[in-house]
């Protein structure tokens, strides 16, 4: 039996999150802080802010026009489209967003948002299963484990599968576990 010559996993770049979705957007009747703890966003990722461009606006801020709401001090001009995408390629740490007018943001229309490096959480890499080398230009051999973040892929000679990243360690456990048994199996499940 031949085991499988390659396998990599890994977390795909440039993720776009809709705010608030799914089942609510940039207003007041949505959680915007229980949503932002269902996110891992990364370095390269987007936020998607899509709302009523008549009522609303978005602005970002210092956490202490966050922590004041107020809009006195943006760090960036406002956004007004209803459709507006902010990318998070700046360093990681903390983002603010309010809606800038009074009384809003203090009924709960803020957002914060922490980003990541992207390889943050990647720091798991076994070694390859294989005996042989990669073939020049293929992912090095091994298999690296990255906790939430976008979909995880998972490539091997002619197969390409796709699957959510685990965000748990037991998920995490039982995907690993998963993972060597079909390496020795010569099968790869997702």
Do not use: H
């Not at 990647?122 to 299963?129: D, E, G, R, V, Y």
Request: charged share 10%.
């Amino acid at each position: 039996m031949e085991a499988a010559a390659t396998v990599f996993v890994g977390a795909a770049s440039g993720a776009s999150y809709t705010v608030g979705e799914p089942g609510g957007g940039w207003d007041t009747q949505t959680n915007l802080t229980a949503w932002a703890s269902t996110v891992d966003l990364r370095r390269g990722d987007q936020l998607v802010f899509r709302y009523d461009a008549s009522a609303y606006d978005v602005v970002e801020v210092t956490r202490a026009g966050y922590l004041s709401c107020s809009a006195a001090s943006p760090v960036s001009a406002a956004l007004r489209t209803g459709n507006d995408v902010v990318r998070l390629d700046s360093a990681a740490g903390w983002r603010y967003f309010i809606y800038g007018v009074e009384g809003r943001c203090a009924a709960g229309m803020k957002l914060q948002v922490r980003v990541t490096d992207a390889g943050a959480g990647c720091n798991n890499t076994l070694p390859s299963p294989s005996l042989a080398p990669a073939p020049p230009g293929a992912p090095s051999p091994g298999i690296t484990i990255c906790s939430g973040g976008p979909p995880t892929v998972i490539m091997t000679p002619g197969v390409i599968s796709y699957g959510a990243a685990s965000r748990s360690s037991a998920n995490l456990s039982s995907s690993l576990l998963v993972a060597m048994v079909s390496l020795l199996l010569g099968i790869i499940v997702v």
